[in-house]
């Protein structure tokens, strides 16, 4: 039978605080094989991980090491520990006002100091299992999972394993801290203040051989979706440039200072630039669709007598803001 309760008694962390010392006075009833699953908010507290909110958006340029995907305001990046995280984990609840939390420098680290601490102080083998939430692609709703674990098994590997039915699993590997993460979150909760749960029955996945929750991360290579589909068009646009040297790109502005059209600009006569001047309209048209902004290639019209001197127009891109 698994067991799981949210631990009481937890005061406000901060920075310098004993957080094994506090969780083993808030629950000393830990036990052998036990699973200590604890909120990264209450680490980064008393790790000193908290900034000026006025800094926010510098503090999540300092922790991204890469841009996934952004809409406006709104950024999904990678952390320097390999998450793929909406605004890089800095945040602002939970903590005092005027300030924002980042995730914890070394979350497996933090996970294997917590549970050197109980083992300290109460004499038990546990594991635990630090959490952050998260958001996921194509689902609603957020859900906590594992970012540090230490004496816990993350992973459970079905593959090679048959079914009932005689069938060889050939894909299937379980995120088991992910899933203990999330039914820690169903006693947690969000505006509850209980930061830390503790999952009893599960003491076959403790041990001091368990993985970390950065073999959850998947690696690169392996990794089939690791553009949002604006940036990667942006990205094989800027891997495939044509040679435009010598084509010059004129915006056009008509009512209320807005850009109407393009106008792609050649040398006359040069057929390679001509080439290359239609090259560089289908790269903007393509860059525009991205954001979501319509065009349309059209031929040269009278009144596009807006080339630079020694150039002519070879073809212009009509921009419709309204698709």
Same mark, same amino acid.
């Given at each position: 039978?698994?067991?799981?309760?949210?631990?009481?008694?937890?005061?406000?962390?901060?920075?310098?605080?004993?957080?094994?010392?506090?969780?083993?006075?808030?629950?000393?009833?830990?036990?052998?094989?036990?699973?200590?699953?604890?909120?990264?908010?209450?680490?980064?507290?008393?790790?000193?991980?908290?900034? /000026?909110?006025?800094?926010?958006?510098?503090?999540?340029?300092?922790?991204?090491?890469?841009?996934?995907?952004?809409?406006?305001?709104?950024?999904?990046?990678?952390?320097?520990?390999?998450?793929?995280? #909406?605004?890089?984990?800095?945040?602002?609840?939970?903590?005092?006002?005027?300030?924002? @939390?980042?995730?914890?420098?070394?979350?497996?680290?933090?996970? @294997?100091?917590?549970?050197? $601490?109980?083992?300290?102080?109460?004499?038990? /083998?546990? $594991?635990?299992?630090?959490?952050?939430?998260?958001?996921?692609?194509?689902?609603?709703?957020?859900?906590?999972?594992?970012?540090?674990?230490?004496?816990?098994?993350?992973?459970?590997?079905?593959?090679?394993?048959?079914?009932?039915?005689?069938?060889?699993?050939?894909?299937?590997?379980?995120?088991?801290?992910?899933?203990? #993460?999330?039914?820690?979150?169903?006693?947690?909760?969000?505006?509850?203040?209980?930061?830390?749960?503790?999952?009893?029955?599960?003491?076959?996945?403790?041990?001091?051989?368990?993985?970390?929750?950065?073999?959850?991360?998947?690696?690169?290579?392996?990794?089939?979706?690791?553009?949002?589909?604006?940036?990667?068009?942006?990205?094989?646009?800027?891997?495939?440039?044509? /040679?435009?040297?010598?084509?010059?790109?004129?915006?056009?502005?008509? @009512?209320?200072?807005?850009?109407?059209?393009?106008?792609?600009?050649?040398? /006359? $006569?040069?057929?390679?630039?001509?080439?290359? #001047?239609?090259?560089?309209?289908?790269?903007?048209?393509?860059?525009?669709?991205?954001?979501?902004?319509?065009?349309?290639?059209? #031929?040269?019209?009278?009144?596009?007598?807006?080339?630079?001197?020694?150039?002519?127009?070879?073809?212009?891109?009509?921009?419709?803001?309204?698709?």
């Amino acid at each position: 039978m698994i067991r799981i309760w949210g631990v009481g008694g937890i005061p406000q962390i901060t920075a310098g605080d004993d957080l094994a010392r506090i969780i083993a006075t808030a629950e000393p009833s830990l036990a052998d094989g036990d699973i200590v699953v604890v909120t990264s908010k209450i680490v980064s507290k008393s790790e000193g991980r908290l900034v /000026d909110g006025d800094t926010r958006d510098a503090a999540i340029d300092a922790e991204t090491v890469r841009v996934v995907a952004q809409r406006g305001g709104t950024r999904i990046v990678e952390t320097r520990h390999g998450l793929i995280l #909406a605004a890089a984990g800095v945040d602002a609840s939970n903590v005092p006002a005027g300030k924002v @939390a980042l995730l914890p420098a070394d979350p497996d680290g933090s996970a @294997a100091s917590l549970r050197a $601490g109980l083992r300290a102080g109460l004499g038990v /083998d546990v $594991g635990v299992l630090i959490t952050d939430t998260m958001g996921r692609p194509w689902r609603n709703g957020l859900v906590d999972v594992a970012i540090g674990a230490a004496g816990v098994a993350v992973l459970d590997d079905h593959r090679g394993r048959t079914d009932e039915y005689g069938h060889t699993l050939e894909m299937t590997v379980t995120a088991l801290a992910d899933e203990i #993460a999330a039914a820690a979150e169903l006693v947690k909760g969000k505006l509850d203040g209980v930061p830390v749960a503790v999952v009893r029955g599960l003491g076959h996945l403790v041990g001091d051989l368990a993985g970390q929750a950065s073999d959850l991360i998947r690696k690169a290579d392996e990794d089939l979706f690791r553009w949002g589909s604006r940036e990667a068009v942006l990205a094989a646009l800027d891997a495939r440039g044509p /040679d435009t040297d010598g084509v010059v790109l004129v915006p056009v502005a008509g @009512a209320g200072n807005a850009v109407e059209r393009v106008l792609a600009c050649a040398p /006359d $006569g040069d057929p390679i630039r001509l080439v290359a #001047a239609g090259a560089a309209l289908e790269r903007l048209a393509l860059r525009l669709a991205a954001d979501g902004i319509g065009t349309e290639v059209a #031929a040269p019209a009278d009144g596009d007598a807006e080339a630079p001197a020694g150039l002519v127009v070879v073809a212009r891109l009509l921009i419709k803001p309204e698709q």
